[in-house]
């Protein structure tokens, strides 16, 4: 059967290489100033999942191509959406996952995405009960901004070298918080999530999180206090229900009840970059590019898992274990940068400067 897949999904890859992103205008009010640009299989029914991809600072929404959710799209029936920064807001492209007037709901950059969201349902017929969303890097700082301003909008999210929300509102704290990670207790960070949203009483999304452990752009830390964030959201036990070894990965696993609410990825030996490569699951379809890392592990592919999007295509919970063993640990180990740089400073000036935890150069709008 997952031979079969393989080659549905080799098929899609190679359908979608030249297909390109289509830009999407006159979403809503746009208070963050973005750029909305989206991916729809050919003939896609309504009533089908939407995933919101985000990419990471230097990057561009084109960049994010290569995690191959255009090709998932295309054998698992659903939209993509991909929002993009301006560098007239943000001179390195970087979301701005650090500024109080654009991690709020209703706010700024957030407003924006949940707008395009709209926008793409309106327009596909996109199920609003089944939208997902993942970034790298600052755009999955951003992802977990939505999973907590917007916990109604969002089925599950997957944080690919990311941070917790709330872990910095300015410059400096952006700084520590990406350098060197912040220390709070489970509860103080899930205060963080409930206060984004104090109205909201229904379930929370699902989360994913995925770390190199050698990521020195985006502190490791940070995977875990992202544990400790979403646990305690969930009313998680801190103690992991599961934990196994698949390729170079280290998958730990947080259920609530019979409900696995959180789950982590950490890579060992890779640096600040999304995983790919060859996966038990099926074809990757992932393809290689600056701020991807070969470590025999799809992301893409067991971030779909996790959403429900590989489960006969419906999009439902994704609550299985996922098994399955990736290849053998070898010692070539990738320690390329990616989403804000490639290189390795310890420099708190040069993580700024390359993450792009600069004030944002528009003029606020009535914000």
């Not at 709209?118 to 996109?126: F, N, Q, R, T, V």
């Not at 970034?135 to 999955?140: P, Q, R």
């Not at 999973?147 to 941070?163: E, H, K, Q, T, W």
Request: glycine letters at 12%.
């Amino acid at each position: 059967m997952r031979l079969v897949s393989s080659f549905v999904v080799l098929a899609a890859m190679i359908a979608t290489a030249d297909a390109g992103l289509t830009p999407v205008d006159g979403f809503g009010s746009n208070p963050g100033e973005l750029d909305m640009f989206e991916y729809v299989p050919p003939d896609l029914p309504a009533g089908r999942p939407l995933v919101v991809v985000m990419h990471g600072c230097t990057q561009t929404a084109a960049a994010m191509e290569a995690a191959g959710w255009n090709a998932l799209a295309d054998t698992y029936r659903f939209a993509v959406l991909y929002p993009q920064q301006r560098n007239a807001n943000q001179q390195l492209g970087c979301f701005t996952w650090y500024a109080a007037g654009d991690i709020a709901r209703d706010a700024g950059e957030a407003a924006s995405i949940v707008q395009m969201i709209d926008k793409a349902i309106a327009m596909h017929g996109s199920d609003a009960g089944r939208v997902y969303v993942t970034g790298l890097s600052a755009g999955a700082a951003m992802t977990a901004v939505m999973l907590a301003a917007y916990p109604d909008r969002f089925r599950a999210g997957s944080i690919m070298a990311g941070v917790p929300y709330g872990c910095a509102t300015d410059v400096t704290s952006g700084s520590t918080c990406a350098s060197s990670g912040t220390d709070k207790t489970p509860a103080q960070w899930g205060d963080l999530v409930r206060a984004a949203d104090p109205d909201f009483s229904g379930t929370y999304p699902r989360v994913q999180i995925w770390h190199g452990s050698a990521d020195y752009t985006v502190a490791t830390k940070n995977a875990t206090e992202l544990v400790e964030q979403w646990t305690d959201v969930w009313g998680a036990e801190p103690t992991a229900s599961a934990t196994d070894t698949i390729s170079k990965a280290t998958r730990t696993q947080y259920r609530a009840g019979s409900q696995l609410a959180v789950e982590l990825y950490l890579v060992d030996g890779m640096g600040h970059a999304i995983a790919t490569g060859t996966d038990d699951l099926g074809e990757c379809p992932a393809t290689s590019g600056a701020f991807f890392s070969d470590q025999k592990i799809c992301s893409t592919l067991r971030a779909a898992q996790f959403f429900g999007l590989l489960d006969s295509g419906d999009g439902g919970d994704g609550s299985g274990d996922g098994s399955g063993s990736g290849g053998t640990h070898d010692d070539d180990d990738d320690h390329d940068g990616g989403g804000c740089s490639a290189v390795h400073s310890g420099s708190s000036l040069a993580l700024v400067a390359l993450c792009g935890l600069l004030r944002r150069r528009r003029i606020p709008r009535g914000r």
